[in-house]
């Protein structure tokens, strides 16, 4: 029978991510701003994407009790490893900056005690990083999941009330949802509706759900069904989240760009809902931000102790938890809240577009793993076996993400 649902899940999808909800902040002010809410329906589009990804993922642990990169291992060899780590050491460096700049940058916006905003970036960034690696590396995964909770209700709250204190009309929503049409935007409007379909609900980080679902003590394939109820919550709440700041982005005339951006964006909400809506919107802007930044430094972690753990011949099983006080762990956790500091360093809408295109590279590998191994019912039972509906939206995943991978060498 399967269990009660777990508020966990939910806050999982809701705050982290492909893109965690820092890349939605920034990506999706940008696209706002520039392409207006023409381009809402990308949002839309990029949250399904990642429900149906994630879900496959879900059904073959609970199927197997093997994470993907377990079961690919098991499977492939382990070449696998040696293919993804350095992959994963670049989608951490770009994440890692992005999420640094994006906090520094709104906390820059909170407290402007420097007057270059570059430089504000780069001190609260740095803060915000180490104080995202002493909550992880004393509190542990309760404390973690305590402070998401709160800041998701925070985010959500807040930035979903600046939205309908800005909203820009019915008719053009609906439209921006149903009529899906991109700009031209000087050439631009391509390339940053891609960025936000591919950064909506998270890129790699959907592979940590493996490991929160052990940590949950979620094994059991009956766990399937709530699961489904808690991803599809999730990745709902992630949807609003991302259309509220596409057209927060778009009521709002703005001129500035990279670190000065988060700060002129606030002035003209303060110009048009006064101090109150000016601070509703940093503080579920700080919100999202900071949840997204500790989602991953907690996060990210296991995917290299695990990957630690293959190479050196362990095998895990369904209740097999990542040992979090190890040595593995908490060596990557250092390297993730440390080494992406030099990126602060860098222009905040280019890592921005980098961490967005960085994650989405990784999507046609996973939906054609989860086209193979959810489609074999020797390895997950007819049951779990990929429906022809499921098999046709990881089609359309693969084909979409690939497209976005190869469209600078063509």
């Known amino acids: 029978m399967a269990r009660p649902a777990h508020s966990h899940d939910r806050a999982w999808v809701v705050a982290r991510r492909d893109r965690r909800r820092a890349g939605d902040l920034a990506t999706s002010s940008f696209v706002g701003g520039l392409l207006g809410t023409a381009v809402l329906w990308a949002v839309v589009v990029g949250a399904f994407f990642k429900f149906v990804v994630t879900e496959g993922l879900a059904r073959w642990q609970l199927a197997t009790g093997e994470t993907l990169i377990e079961g690919a291992v098991g499977r492939l060899g382990r070449g696998v490893v040696w293919l993804f780590l350095p992959y994963l050491l670049l989608w951490s460096f770009f994440v890692g900056s992005a999420l640094m700049s994006a906090t520094g940058v709104t906390l820059h916006a909170m407290l402007p005690v420097f007057e270059d905003a570059a430089r504000g970036k780069v001190v609260f960034g740095i803060a915000a990083s180490l104080a995202g ?41 609906l439209e921006g949802l149903f009529v899906p049409r991109i700009p031209d935007a000087g050439g631009q409007g391509l390339s940053w509706t891609l960025a936000l379909i591919g950064g909506v609900g998270g890129t790699l980080t959907v592979l940590c759900y493996g490991y929160w679902l052990r940590e949950e003590g979620r094994t059991q394939p009956d766990d399937l069904r709530v699961c489904r109820i808690d991803l599809a919550t999730g990745y709902l709440l992630t949807a609003v989240f991302g259309l509220a700041m596409v057209i927060v982005g778009s009521s709002i005339s703005i001129e500035g760009s990279g670190a000065k951006l988060l ?148």
């Open 133 to 173: 690696l002493v909550l992880v590396w004393f509190g542990g995964y309760r404390l973690f999941e305590a402070v998401m909770r709160a800041c998701i209700v925070v985010m959500l709250v807040t930035v979903v009330l600046a939205a309908g204190l800005l909203w820009p009309g019915t008719l053009p929503v």
């Open 263 to 410: 700060v002129t964006l606030s002035s003209r909400l303060e110009e048009v809902m006064g101090p109150v809506g000016k601070w509703l919107f940093l503080v579920g802007a700080l919100g999202a931000v900071f949840s997204s930044l500790l989602g991953v430094w907690q996060s990210v972690p296991y995917l290299f102790a695990d990957c630690w753990g293959l190479l050196k011949g362990g095998v895990s099983d369904a209740s097999t938890r990542v040992d979090t006080q190890a040595a593995p762990y908490r060596a990557y956790l250092l390297l993730i809240a440390t080494v992406p500091m030099a990126g602060l360093f860098w222009g905040f809408r280019d890592i921005q577009l980098a961490y967005a295109v960085t994650g989405a590279l990784l999507f046609p590998v996973l939906a054609l793993a989860l086209l193979i191994f959810n489609g074999r019912s020797q390895w997950v039972g007819p049951a779990f076996r990929n429906k022809p509906l499921t098999i046709a939206v990881l089609m359309v995943v693969l084909l979409f993400f690939s497209w976005i991978a190869l469209r600078p060498l063509v």
